[in-house]
């Protein structure tokens, strides 16, 4: 199938990034012909890596795959999302736990900038009990998580934690 020619954006705070992120932007590269993930803060989350670390994070992660970037953003996402002539937002979608606030969210932001399509996507479902807060909980108390973020990143948990 031929590539869009359209330009996505995968936002999130990747506070860290997964296997399961992962698993989306492959998705996403095949589909469309460039994709930027776009990290942000969440106000709300006590982060445990700045964005800056997240992103170089992503950067080693991803850095096999080709037309993906990596950058960060403040504000309201279809702020930046026009600013970058963006055509699509890509959202992963787990379970229907997440169809709620991600269904809100993609509604609002078509009402910020119509133009802009929220397209869903699903990880392989090994990836459907994944999230950042558990692979850090999981980490923070030594257990494995190997099998649930890139290499890099498991690195960077094992050096976060170890003085704990
Ligand atoms: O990885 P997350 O925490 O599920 O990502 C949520 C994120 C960052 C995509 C969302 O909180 C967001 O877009 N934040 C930027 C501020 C914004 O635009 N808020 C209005 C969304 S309706």
Redesign the pocket.
């Known amino acids: 199938m031929p590539k869009e020619k359209k330009l996505a954006i995968y936002?999130?705070?990747?506070?860290p990034i997964t296997n399961g992120h992962l698993d989306i932007i492959q998705r996403a590269v095949s589909l469309f012909e460039s994709v930027i993930v776009a990290v942000?803060t969440?106000p709300s989350?006590a982060p445990l890596f700045t964005v800056s670390e997240r992103v170089n994070m992503i950067e080693e992660a991803t850095s096999k795959l080709e037309n993906v970037t990596v950058e960060n953003?403040s504000?309201?996402?279809?702020?930046y999302a026009e600013k970058r002539n963006a055509d699509v937002i890509v959202?992963g979608l787990r379970a229907i736990t997440d169809f709620e606030?991600e269904f809100?969210?993609a509604l609002?932001?078509r009402k910020?900038a119509g133009d802009i399509v929220t397209v869903f996507l699903m990880p392989n479902e090994k990836y459907t009990y994944l999230n950042?807060t558990i692979v850090k909980e999981v980490a923070k108390f030594d257990g494995d998580v190997s099998s649930f973020v890139p290499q890099n990143v498991h690195e960077n948990l094992i050096d976060r934690f170890k003085n704990e």
């Open positions: 936002p999130g705070t990747f506070d942000t969440n989350k953003f504000g309201l996402l279809m702020h959202r606030y809100q969210m609002v932001n910020l950042s």
